[in-house]
């Protein structure tokens, strides 16, 4: 018998735990910069320096942290459910905790990508981007970051990934930010909904939703011992 499919849904609370900061939670990272100034197309042609530095610092984090409970219970699920993960977060955790299906809708802190040609996407050695780094082109290196302003490519198969979900989890988002606050429109109805976090999220709209008001490692690890039963 074919296994069950699993959709989850992560955003920045599943990797607070390792010790990467949140954006909207009270000392979140857009409390401490302006998302117009760091994470915008008009931002990059007014202050590469600024812009190049945010995000050094925020992969030279990256490699000081490490998966934690929640990613690691994700990994377990795939024991009996066939696992996919939509994440909003650009950091590799699930990856290096081991999930084998994982869909970055934002970009990916490690990569980086020509300025001019956004297919010409390379893995960047280390944490740090210079200023005057190019790609084969000869124009300026920029994060692989999907900023406020510009499309998200991965929408369509995210979407179509949603629909085909026996069971849809999201984790540690806000569901702020759109097109990805929206995915979960696409879950068949009667598909069952777990929303995992330890905030307030506003979760009236997702019909027949079971919201568990935990951290994610917690929460997540308990999910997945029920799920797996
Ligand atoms: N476990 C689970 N959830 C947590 C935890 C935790 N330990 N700590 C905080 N949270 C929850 C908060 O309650 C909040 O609902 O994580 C959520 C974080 O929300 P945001 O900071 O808005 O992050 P996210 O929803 O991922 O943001 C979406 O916004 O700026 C952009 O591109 C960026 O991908 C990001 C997008």
Request: net charge negative; hydrophobic share 40%.
């Amino acid at each position: 018998m074919s296994k069950k499919r699993i959709v989850v849904l992560t955003g920045a609370g599943v990797s607070a735990e390792s010790g990467i900061k949140t954006f909207r939670d009270s000392g979140g990272l857009w409390e401490e910069y302006d998302i117009m100034e760091v994470a915008t197309p008009e931002a990059w042609e007014r202050n590469r320096d600024l812009v190049i530095d945010f995000y050094n610092q925020r992969r030279k984090q990256l490699y000081e942290v490490e998966p934690n409970d929640a990613h690691y219970a994700l990994v377990e699920l795939e024991k009996d459910y066939d696992v996919h993960i939509i994440t909003q977060n650009v950091d590799d955790l699930h990856e290096r905790a081991g999930s084998s299906h994982v869909m970055h809708l934002h970009g990916e802190l490690k990569k980086v990508r020509s300025s001019v040609d956004e297919n010409l996407v390379y893995d960047l050695e280390g944490w740090e981007l210079k200023p005057g780094d190019t790609c084969e082109l000869g124009s300026q290196l920029r994060p692989h970051i999907v900023w406020f302003g510009e499309p998200v490519h991965m929408i369509p198969a995210a979407a179509d990934l949603s629909n085909t979900a026996d069971i849809f989890v999201i984790i540690g988002t806000s569901l702020n930010v759109y097109p990805a606050a929206s995915l979960v429109s696409y879950v068949r109805p009667g598909v069952p909904v777990y929303l995992i976090d330890p905030g307030e999220v506003n979760a009236a709209h997702i019909q027949g939703v079971r919201v568990i008001r935990e951290k994610a490692g917690s929460g997540t690890r308990r999910l997945v011992e029920e799920l797996r039963k």
